[in-house]
């Protein structure tokens, strides 16, 4: 059982579920409050977890949606606060994990839960929240570790929440809560995993010790992505995954790139609701291309950690992997048309990602990369 | 200036000093207590730090000796409580670090100060110290980030001291501080972090942000040390081995192996004062040649990371470079001869670093290391 404490402390393997009691006494939590979601509930993963409690939570809010909502957190909060819970479980993907973190929020901190957002500069007002800890059940998103939650405000404004206090206390990841994700939902969830490792890598911020772990992390998805796709009862493949999925979030403290930048902007489409890791999948070929020339070392050490040859092609690996994996080939194959570029370019432009992207992006290179992807 | 946030927070870049009231401040820290050495205090480095804070701290303790002893310990603590300091600074190499820590657990915690020590399971009574911030002055001990001090007790005994708490709670690693140190002492303290990378590597605990952070570490110190020792007056050489240290403690978070049980034990023999980095890098060889085919795919990684070819000769690569830094070339070299070893070998099988070795290590194997190595 690998035991890690950089950022969160984290129980790491097979049947580490059954740790969550020791987990939660570490944590000083007696009445847990779990946060999940309807596709959890049904599929007797959540089952699982409250059979490893052992004892009854205090209460549990399985009503997460696929974008979490302030109505939605507000809504778990209540019932948290009614329940007298002393702490929270977060059981799930992204979703869930973030839910949960905007429920620790707003059980914690006084006034609108507007003014602790990102673009509100409310990292100042953040301050500790009740013990969290993130049992995932996707291999992507990295939530676990990751000192950031997205949720949908009520006035329709998509907020990015981060501070240190949103890092989960405690993290439990287990592979065998990932054995029945169909392929599309693997193969997605794992270029997400993928894309935070690289564009880790890229950022120029300097972090040493996180640029080795997106390049492990980079490694690890490039290895076995593909095999948990094809079988998603390859156990190793899905340990290394997961492996690769917490890996990407300890790398993405050094910051993350025009990927993530984009694809948080096209994410805010409505209409289309777009997967976050299929389109970082779709982006990052051509977000790695425009990026070329201008980051040789950092090319050289992906090439290597992804056993290209010394001269190999980067974004195209990344492509072929795609098309391997049999996810999209553009954004035009989402559905993603020039009619909904206007909108979503001052936000791509405006995202925190963008800070920290391998070169500078402005609206005109941005207009690049969307053309490129689309 | 790269800000680090796994285990220590840490501010790690040139002029990275002139950070150290910022850091203080935000540690809550408001009368320091600082603990160095004479050789610092005569050779400048105390009164750049004094300068750095600006307002005198609450106390200086400069006779910690070359390996700390309880008694040094226990006069600085008193010396802490006298001031009313609320926080100590350590600057230095590993003996003041060590020291530091060693006061931080004397003011803090009641009853014997053995009781503490890791050979009685001490570990479970240690609670939080005094905010201590670590500014260290070599590359290589990496105490800086280490959960870890070594202290010789009244009675004789050399104990280790181990618990979460004892990890700075900050770093400011100034590459400056280190540009003034000799030849001699660059290799072997370089050579130290390159045993905590390699040996942190092949321990079989699994760790993956842990190895892959060491794996870096190995790299750069291969492709820097000699230089730094070159010329110690090569910034780029000295930034980089600062990191290698750095990232060597963060990864030995996954544990030592026997190069470390067999350096400990020959440590503490009284009438040499052997230097741990030295010993560390005399032995490393003859360990990794008796691991050898018990692990092939972390020295494949090694190979890799060290810029061998992969059928390169590991151990002939690591005895290649000692001979470059003009380290001895065995334990006899340095002094040590067989009638050191019965009072010494118990002590190698049942240090802390022998449980996680590569491979298990009893008596008769530490009999072949010694004899090869001496």
Known sequence: MAQMNYLTQCTFDFGA?????????GLGVARPFVVTDPGLKANGLLDRLLAALGEAPAGVYADTPANPTESASAAAAAQYRDTRADGI????GGSSMDLA???????SHEGPFERLGATQRGMRFITKIPPLLAVPTTAGTGSEVSPGAVVILDNGRKETFVSP?????????????TLGLPPLLTAATGMDAMTHCIEAVLTPVVHPPAEAIGLDGAERAMTWLERAVKDGGDRDARWHMMMASFEGALAFAKGLGAVHGLSH?????????LHHGTLNA???????AMIGDAAPEKFARLRRALGLAPNGDLPQAIADLNARLKLPGSLSAMGVTEAHWPAARDYAVSDLATLSNAVPFDSEKYDALFRRAL
Request: net charge positive.
């Open 165 to 177: 206090y949103l890092v989960p206390a405690a993290a439990i990841c287990d592979p065998d809560l």
């Open 89 to 92: 479980v977060a059981l799930g």
């Open 282 to 288: 779709v982006i990052l070929p051509h977000s790695l």
């Open 17 to 25: 579920l059954a740790q969550t009691p020791r987990v939660l006494k």
């Open 265 to 273: 902007a096209l994410g805010r489409i409505q209409d289309l609701k």
């Open 101 to 107: 973190k905007a429920v620790g929020l707003m059980v």
